[in-house]
């Protein structure tokens, strides 16, 4: 079992920076691929980003479309954290924002179906 526990949410304005971070229980965390997921009220749960675990591959970054070259993720396999770092934010970003793990085995690092482990989620507020 793994534990994930996210933090950093909160209130920004339109065009501001919040950064979040997910702390993983275990001792199996840099075998997990990490994927930040996030649900607006009334929308699906959408992929945002995800850094996948393990030796070879961790060194690559999956991001959605939308996202691309303002957010970050990161990852400290020794503090087992994943991070999260947002810029330039826009009104419709406004949601819950989850940590999600999954077995680095396993296909699809943007299909949130194919994680195993998920954080309660922290609520990020974008402001005009």
């Known amino acids: 079992q793994v534990q994930l526990v996210e933090s950093g949410g909160g209130l920004v304005q339109v065009g501001g920076s919040l950064g979040l971070s997910c702390a993983a229980s275990?001792?199996?965390?840099?075998?997990?691929?990490m994927g930040w997921f996030r649900q607006a009220p009334g929308k699906e749960r959408e992929f945002v980003a995800a850094?996948?675990?393990?030796?070879?591959?961790?060194?690559?970054?999956y991001y959605a479309d939308s996202v691309k070259g303002r957010f970050t993720i990161s990852r400290d396999n020794a503090a087992n954290t994943v991070y999260l770092q947002m810029n330039s934010l826009k009104p419709g970003e406004a949601a819950v924002y989850y940590c999600?793990?999954?077995?680095?085995?396993?296909?699809?690092?943007?299909?949130?179906?194919?994680?195993?482990?998920w954080g309660q989620g922290t609520q990020v507020t974008v402001s005009s």
């Open positions: 999600a793990a999954k077995n680095v085995a396993s296909l699809g690092i943007t299909n949130w179906k194919n994680y195993d482990y």
């Open positions: 275990g001792r199996i965390f840099s075998r997990y691929d």
């Open positions: 850094i996948p675990g393990g030796t070879i591959t961790s060194g690559t970054r």
